[in-house]
């Protein structure tokens, strides 16, 4: 299985300061079809995964442009420009290039 | 939007079949997949069945143990789970996947329910 491995685990930011959360992969992800099925998903205590990226590095609509995807083949980031109270909480990559699909293990972002 | 129903606690052996009700998109025309999510394994796939119903897989920790269905008629997905183990004890969602048509993995994870609760004691 592909193995996904997030870091750091957690993650505390001052209000307006920039965070940034790594995906590492185990096996590229890049799918026959050429495309790279990577995604990036929040989540709140208590709710379900909010989608927020896929394929690297298209927002999904409604998603603020503070929250930036890059990468490529094995390596991947999200970007927040400047940390807003209402983006606490875990974040998790996705790969959805080789069955069965799996996660990173998440990171927590916090307001320092 | 997805709905899911039919969690509960049972005890390991038994089963337990959990529903997913759609609405405000074409269920017919995409796949779906249920995820399920604990505190120690986080987010895990459990299984996927193509639009047309024709294509399942299954994680290997519930194959021959889960079967998952849809009735497109109902606008419904289910999740038949047998034989349970206190390691199948999770929040269970599903999770809208990509159009037919499309490769797989292309626009998975759009929309989510808010899940059902399934703990497996002892």
């Known amino acids: 299985d592909v193995v996904l491995t997030q870091s750091p685990l957690s993650l505390p930011v001052p209000l307006g300061q920039p965070a940034s959360i790594s995906c590492r992969s185990t096996q590229s992800l890049v799918y026959s079809d050429g495309n790279t099925y990577l995604n990036w998903f929040h989540q709140r205590p208590g709710q379900s995964p909010r989608r927020l990226i896929y394929k690297i590095s298209i927002r999904d609509s409604g998603v603020p442009d503070r929250f930036s995807g890059t990468g490529s083949g094995t390596d991947f980031t999200l970007k927040i420009s400047r940390v807003e109270a209402e983006d606490v909480g875990v974040y998790y990559c996705?790969?959805?290039?080789?069955?069965?699909?799996?996660f990173g293990q998440g990171t927590s972002v916090e307001i320092k | 939007q997805l709905v899911e129903s039919g969690g509960g606690v049972v005890r390991t052996g038994d089963s337990l079949r959990l529903s997913c009700a759609a609405s405000?998109?074409?269920?017919?025309?995409?796949?779906i997949h249920w995820v399920r999510q604990t505190p120690d394994r986080g987010l895990e796939w459990v299984a996927f069945?193509?639009?047309?119903?024709?294509?399942?897989k299954y994680a290997d920790s519930v194959k021959g143990r889960f079967t998952i269905s849809r009735d497109n008629s109902k606008n419904s997905l289910y999740l038949l789970m047998n034989n349970l183990r206190t390691d199948d004890t999770a929040m269970y969602f599903c999770a809208k996947g990509s159009p037919f048509g499309t490769p797989v993995g292309s626009d998975a994870y759009d929309v989510w329910g808010q899940g059902t609760r399934v703990i497996v004691s002892s």
């Open positions: 996705m790969q959805a290039t080789h069955w069965p699909w799996t």
């Open positions: 405000g998109f074409a269920f017919q025309k995409f796949g």
């Open positions: 069945i193509r639009s047309d119903g024709d294509w399942e």
